[in-house]
Each structure stands twice: as structure tokens, then as C-alpha cells.
């Protein structure tokens, strides 16, 4: 059974950084993408940033040059680094990861920014 965790969330004053962890607990990270995304409320998920086996990475248009996307898969983790905050920004954060055709989500963490 794989199981996702994210946990880095909190509340934060706007133009500040936060640092979310997504950890596996399975090595499923070398072998599949990993993305995360955000849902607000009344809203659907979306993508905010994603990264490939391979390390390339493609983000949202509103994160580009602020967010960053990465992976340590000696430890099962990929990590997104939120720097310049936005009130915009607040939302439930999930990653999710395809492998073997099933889809993996985590329970989500809560980023608030605060104006």
C-alpha cells in the first residue's frame, strides 16, 4: 500500500516562505512524477507544480519564479519551496504521484498567508 504524507503547512504572513515535504512510503518517487497541487474552497485541485522522473519540471503560471519543485528519493520525499507568498496562495496542498496506472494522494496540509 502506498501511502503519501505532506506536512510543512502553516499559517504565514504574506511574503514569507514556507516549506512543504511530501514523503512516500514506498520508493515510488524515482520510479514515477510527483506533483503537487492546491484546492481552495468552492474550488477544483489544481496543478501547482510537477516534476518528472528525470527532474524536469513545469509549474503553474502563477507560482513560476517563486515556487520550486524537488526530490531526494534516498528519502522517499519531494519537497516544494514556496518563497513571496500571496494571500493567493492560501489553500490545501496535496501531492499526488501516478505509478503502475493508480493514482496516490496525500491528505493534504494547510497553507494559510496572511495580508
Known amino acids: 500500500q502506498v501511502q503519501l504524507v505532506e506536512s510543512g503547512g502553516g499559517l504565514v504572513q504574506a511574503g514569507g516562505s514556507l516549506r512543504l515535504s511530501c514523503v512516500a512510503s514506498?520508493?515510488?518517487?524515482?520510479?514515477?512524477?510527483v506533483a503537487w497541487y492546491r484546492r481552495t474552497p468552492g474550488k477544483q485541485r489544481d496543478l501547482v507544480a510537477r516534476?518528472?522522473?528525470?527532474?524536469?519540471?513545469n509549474y503553474a503560471d502563477s507560482v513560476k519564479g517563486r515556487f520550486t519543485i524537488s526530490r531526494d528519493n534516498t528519502k522517499n520525499t519531494v519537497y516544494l519551496q514556496m518563497n513571496s507568498l500571496k494571500p493567493e496562495d492560501t489553500a490545501v496542498y496535496y501531492c499526488?504521484?501516478?505509478?503502475?496506472?493508480?493514482?496516490?494522494w496525500g491528505q493534504g496540509t494547510q497553507v494559510t498567508v496572511s495580508s
Open positions: 514506498v520508493s515510488i518517487f524515482k520510479l514515477a512524477p
Open positions: 516534476i518528472t522522473t528525470s527532474g524536469s519540471t
Open positions: 499526488a504521484s501516478t505509478w503502475l496506472g493508480n493514482d496516490y
